[in-house]
């Protein structure tokens, strides 16, 4: 009788278990590492550069321990309802069930409910799990350090869209902005080849020309700014503004 009980009591506490630490890794995963630091603008600057420093970490803590709480809770469940064996494809259904509304939905609706309120409880309860994954952190740690540096590699123009298009969902960039700086990224793996003007296509006039002759080109050509040029076209010496020619 009194292993029933053990049971139960581990049933229920590997649940509640399970349930928090989902809480707690749902809410943190809701937050990009911009809103994250946005969120802890109240806080000391120490604070919030320690909490960012290990935002990552945090996030595998979490992970490990619902998941570890998870399997904890599926075994208390077999070993209480052992006549569930006789029929896999509803203790499949049921397992799948019990862990999509308690451990997903609910704790995303809470996340989206009281956000704020589940994130300061995270804030405040983080250390204990924090310091109890310490060994499977070291072990991240250690398989980190035999990939290439990243301090070394610069940032993909993937990963700077990315952190462009996640300014521009938490405010910090507006979103007419967006599209520029995309342009300036996209620029900027762009070869002169591609944008230059071959030398014969090239719109300039001698320095010798009279206004009347410039005139007349930026009138046919359009351009805004004209290339003067002395004795060969390859000699550039100066370029010329449209607007300067309403002076004369």
Known sequence: MEIEW???????????????????????SSFSRIAFSRFLED???????????IYDKLKISFE????????AFF???????????????????LSLSIFFIFFELIPRLLNAWKRR?????????????????????????????????LEDKEPSEEE????????????????????????VVEFGDTIVREIMTPRVDMVCIPKKATLRQLRDLVIQ???????????????????????DLLEY
């Open 221 to 243: 050509k359009k351009h805004s700014r004209i290339p003067v040029y002395e004795g060969r076209i390859d000699n550039i010496v100066g370029i010329i503004n449209a607007k």
């Open 64 to 71: 490990f321990l619902r998941i570890l709480f998870l399997i």
């Open 160 to 183: 700077i869209q990315a952190f462009i298009v996640e300014a521009q969902e938490e405010g910090i960039i507006q979103t007419e902005e967006g599209p520029l700086l995309k342009s």
């Open 75 to 93: 075994i208390y469940l077999f070993f209480l309802f052992p006549s569930l064996r006789f029929w896999p494809l509803w203790l499949f259904l």
């Open 117 to 149: 309120a589940v994130f300061s409880f995270f804030l405040a309860a983080y250390r204990i799990p924090y310091w109890l994954t310490k060994p499977i952190l070291f072990i991240s740690k250690i398989k980190e350090s035999d990939k290439e540096p």
């Open 6 to 28: 053990v049971k139960w009591i581990g049933f229920g506490l590997s649940f509640l278990a399970a349930f928090i630490f989902s809480l707690f890794y749902i809410s943190l």
């Open 43 to 53: 806080r000391d600057k120490e604070v919030r550069h320690r909490f960012l420093s």
